[in-house]
């Protein structure tokens, strides 16, 4: 086998923890790795998550914190009610590590608005959310990409007859009969955030794709395990989670 294929989970700002798990997955240089977006929010390290996944050779999608962080700071003048979405959502946390290291968030929103929203990998498909099972591909807004849930966990069948469509987003554990830290998967779809900000949980997880080991660090704890694949997913059937929000300003009500 050339390389593995290695995704990542929602970080939300555990540097730290992201640096145990890098250390346990330990990728080689030829080895393909990928973050499914949330780099930031909530958790202490959101500037230093950000700087060092651009200056790596990995690749990440944009998910809905970094288009809150962006809707936030990108405007002119600056849009308050952009503002305060973020800041609500976890966005408080990163200007903290700003201002803790010094560094200026407009260095990377540049490399932020350039970050795809899905990835295509032949047999996976890699997306923060998920993708509205009603429209075409071509049809998917960044608002169905980075912020769906209900519609697409509650598919009958898989949006696509070839490829597994992998996620994050949605805290697995917020599944019925799911545990913290247990991966689920649904029709056509895996959601791997384990949810490594919550106190419930504290799970970084990385899925090596090539050997169906899930790698797993506590960003509470520093707790390093490495499970197969089989033992740590649970199938779950289509099944409603939380009810979806009338307005988009309600999103950021949610867990996200």
Same mark, same amino acid.
């Given at each position: 086998?050339?390389? =593995? ?16 798990? +890098? ?14 977006? /949330? ?36 405007? %002119? ?5 952009a503002w305060q979405s973020w800041?609500?959502?976890?966005? /408080? ?36 959310? !998920?993708? /509205? ?16 849930? =209900? ?34 998967? !649904?029709?056509?779809? +895996? /959601?791997?955030? %384990? $949810?490594?900000?919550?106190? &419930?949980?504290?799970? +970084?997880? $990385? ?29 779950? &059937? ?6 979806? &929000? ?11």
């Amino acid at each position: 086998m050339e390389h =593995r294929r290695i995704v990542i989970g929602d970080v939300h700002g555990h540097y730290d923890g992201l640096m145990t798990l +890098l250390e346990a997955l330990a990728p080689s240089s030829n080895d393909r790795v990928y973050f499914l977006g /949330d780099l930031i929010d909530r958790g202490p390290k959101s500037a230093q998550v950000l700087d060092f996944v651009q200056q790596s050779p990995y690749q990440t999608l944009l998910g809905n914190h970094e288009q809150l962080m962006l809707e936030a700071l990108s405007g %002119t003048p600056m849009d308050m009610r952009a503002w305060q979405s973020w800041l609500y959502s976890g966005g /408080d946390a990163t200007v903290a590590s700003y201002r803790d290291t010094g560094m200026m968030p407009y260095k990377h929103l540049e490399w932020l608005r350039s970050l795809p929203t899905h990835r295509d990998l032949g047999d996976i498909w890699l997306v923060h959310a !998920g993708v /509205d099972p009603h429209l075409s591909i071509d049809e998917q807004s960044i608002e169905q990409l980075c912020w769906i849930r =209900r519609e697409f966990h509650t598919m009958s069948k898989p949006y696509f007859p070839n490829k597994l469509i992998i996620t994050g987003h949605t805290i697995t554990f917020t599944f019925h009969g799911v545990r913290p830290g247990e991966l689920v998967r !649904g029709e056509g779809w +895996l /959601d791997i955030d %384990t $949810g490594a900000y919550h106190p &419930k949980s504290g799970w +970084l997880t $990385g899925f090596d794709l090539s050997y169906r080991r899930v790698y797993q660090v506590n960003v509470f704890n520093n707790q390093v395990r490495i499970l197969p694949f089989d033992e740590v997913v649970r199938q779950l &059937k289509p099944q409603p989670i939380a009810p979806p &929000k009338p307005a988009i300003d309600s999103v950021v009500q949610q867990q996200c």
